[in-house]
């Protein structure tokens, strides 16, 4: 099992930037892709971005040159960094990891998601 919990969220003017966070507690080493989802008020959950393990990166059109994901191997896998926000981001971010077993469905882990506020 694989634990994931993101940090650095909270409250930030547009313009600003913020630098969230994803923590991995278990057999991470499971996990072969890495990425952000934020799902706003009303609106269903949208792919933010996402890191294979082989390095590989892919971002939704609405934040290409804005954000940025990368990762390291130690207890924080990922992170997402976001400049110039907007206050049509404000959304709750999620880290998931997503597991390639050799048969069947890959299998998706979720932390609990951290809310970002854009707003002045």
């Known amino acids: 099992q694989v634990q994931l919990e993101e940090s650095g969220g909270g409250f930030v003017q547009p313009g600003g930037s913020l630098r969230l966070s994803c923590t991995a507690a278990?057999?991470?080493?499971?996990?072969n892709k890495w990425g952000w989802h934020r799902q706003a008020a009303g609106k269903q959950r949208e792919l933010v971005?996402?890191?294979?393990?082989?390095?590989?990166?892919r971002y939704a059109d609405s934040v290409k040159g804005r954000f940025i994901i990368s990762r390291d191997s130690g207890k924080n896998p990922a992170y997402l960094q976001m400049d110039n926000l907007k206050p049509e981001a404000t959304a709750v971010f999620s880290c998931?990891?997503?597991?390639?077993?050799?048969?069947?469905?890959?299998?998706?882990?979720w932390g609990q998601g951290s809310p970002v506020p854009v707003s002045s």
């Open positions: 998931f990891g997503e597991q390639f077993p050799f048969a069947g469905p890959p299998i998706p882990y």
């Open positions: 278990g057999a991470s080493f499971v996990i």
């Open positions: 971005a996402t890191m294979t393990a082989g390095g590989g990166i």
